[in-house]
Each structure stands twice: as structure tokens, then as C-alpha cells.
């Protein structure tokens, strides 16, 4: 997702509870900034990425199970991992379960080195 200042930002973190006001202006001031997924060594690649602000989103499917620990759980379990959200969805068709980290909005400046480690172990 890309914001285009750090006031769509704060409208961000209090979607559902805006004003119908509140929301056309991030309706207008947010966007999805494209999709990739990983390379051979599960690394992500994002091309022509300009200054701006900035959220990361991660989804994905797997057959294994992500709480081992725990085989016991309802059909959704979340927790932090740094600064994502990662929330998993058991669900009845295959691949069984439904994974997805949410990332705390960042501003990137553009000059930042190209390639970064997100601290996501999964």
C-alpha cells in the first residue's frame, strides 16, 4: 500500500472509524502499489520504488500447520512478529491454512540502500 503523506497515514490506522468525509479523502490518498512474490531463495524484489510512504503486506498458503506448539486453536490466530501483524485463517480447502503479515507503515526516502531485511521469519 503507498500513502501519499503522513496524514493519509493516520487515516489509515483509524479506518473503521472514520467519517464518510474521512474516508473518501483516504479513499484518495491511498493505493495498492503493485504485488510480487519471491524469488528461489524466498527473497521479494520491488522495482522502480520511489520516495514516499509506504506498508508492506505479505500473503500466502500453506498445508503446514503454523502453530505446531499449539494444535489446538480456533480458526484464527494472530500475533506480532516486529513490527507486522501476522494473523493465520484455518480453513476447510487446500491449502489448509491462510497466512498474512501486515507491516507498519514506514516512509522509504528513496536514497535508502536497495535492498533491506524485513526481520519476518516465518
Not at 82 to 99: N, V
Amino acid at each position: 500500500m503507498t500513502y501519499r503523506d503522513e496524514n493519509c497515514v493516520k487515516l489509515s490506522q483509524t479506518k473503521g472509524k472514520l467519517s464518510a468525509e474521512q474516508e473518501q479523502q483516504y479513499k484518495g490518498c491511498s493505493r495498492e502499489a503493485g504485488a510480487t512474490t519471491t524469488d528461489a531463495q524466498g527473497k521479494y524484489a520491488f522495482a522502480n520504488v520511489g520516495a514516499g510512504w509506504y506498508r508492506l503486506e505479505f500473503r500466502w498458503k500453506t498445508n503446514v500447520n503454523p502453530i505446531k506448539s499449539n494444535p489446538v486453536w480456533g480458526p484464527i490466530f494472530m500475533y506480532r512478529e516486529g513490527e507486522y501483524l501476522i494473523t493465520f485463517l484455518a480453513t476447510q480447502d487446500e491449502p489448509r491454512y491462510h497466512g498474512m503479515a501486515i507491516g507498519e507503515a514506514f516512509q522509504y526516502s528513496g536514497t535508502e540502500p536497495s535492498q533491506k531485511d524485513l526481520g519476518l521469519k516465518l
